[in-house]
């Protein structure tokens, strides 16, 4: 079944630090890949997507790029801030036509930023 | 753009009590609506998906008479925990699809503590 690995947490990082947080998947046919994040006491938001292979997904700073031969949809930004401090989860959708399709959620990785 | 109200945010109930979450989609109509329950620094893990007007389809493991789902409209979508026990105390989110588009929009959340 399709499945999401993302690196463990927690990562802490200095403010303007380059930040990689990993994330593999297992999908079969072609999935959708999401990163969320959740901050302190909400629920989720999406932060970036990207629907099909070579696609980047970006926001706030934050970038995904869709590599199929990899595998992987690893998120990256260039030069962190405090307020980047959250969990963030990466996800990924199949594409079913006949119905509704299910997000399947990574671990989730806590990133805290030091000022 | 697309909204979810999930109510109430947080709750407390006693032990053998039930207690209903609310999902609204406050600005567009969800045919599906999936619940998720969280545990503490852990990942999603979807509970059940549901359908307006018809059934809600449950995940393996996750017992049907003990967490009742409805979805009588197109807005609203309510998970009712039934005689609740202290071990499901748990964070509780929705999402919700719109209908005839494609992308998810997520509750707030329910943080439940049951005493």
């Known amino acids: 079944g399709n499945s999401v690995t993302q690196m463990e947490g927690p990562v802490t990082l200095s403010e303007e630090a380059f930040l990689t947080i990993n994330c593999t998947y297992t999908a079969t046919g072609y999935p959708s890949l999401f990163w969320y994040v959740q901050y302190p006491g909400e629920g989720l938001q999406l932060l970036l997507k990207a629907t099909k292979a070579d696609d980047k997904g970006s926001n706030k700073g934050f970038e995904a790029t869709y590599r199929k031969e990899t595998t992987s949809f690893h998120l990256e930004k260039g030069s962190v801030q405090v307020s980047d401090s959250a969990v963030y989860f990466c996800a990924l959708s199949d594409r079913r036509r006949s119905s509704a399709s299910k997000i399947i959620f990574g671990s989730g990785t806590r990133l805290s930023i030091r000022p | 753009g697309a909204v979810v109200s999930q109510h109430p945010s947080w709750v407390i109930c006693k032990s053998g009590t039930s207690v209903k979450i609310e999902c609204r989609s406050l600005?567009?109509?969800?045919?599906?609506m999936f619940w998720y329950r969280q545990f503490p620094k852990q990942s999603l893990m979807l509970m059940a998906t549901s359908n307006e007007g018809s059934k809600a389809t449950y995940e393996q493991g996750v017992e049907k008479d003990k967490f009742l789902i409805n979805h009588a409209s197109l807005t609203l979508s309510t998970l009712t925990v039934t005689s609740a026990h202290p071990e499901d105390s748990s964070f509780y989110i929705c999402s919700a699809l719109r209908t005839g588009r494609w992308g998810y929009t997520f509750g707030s959340g329910t943080r439940l503590t049951v005493v």
């Open positions: 600005d567009f109509q969800a045919t599906t």
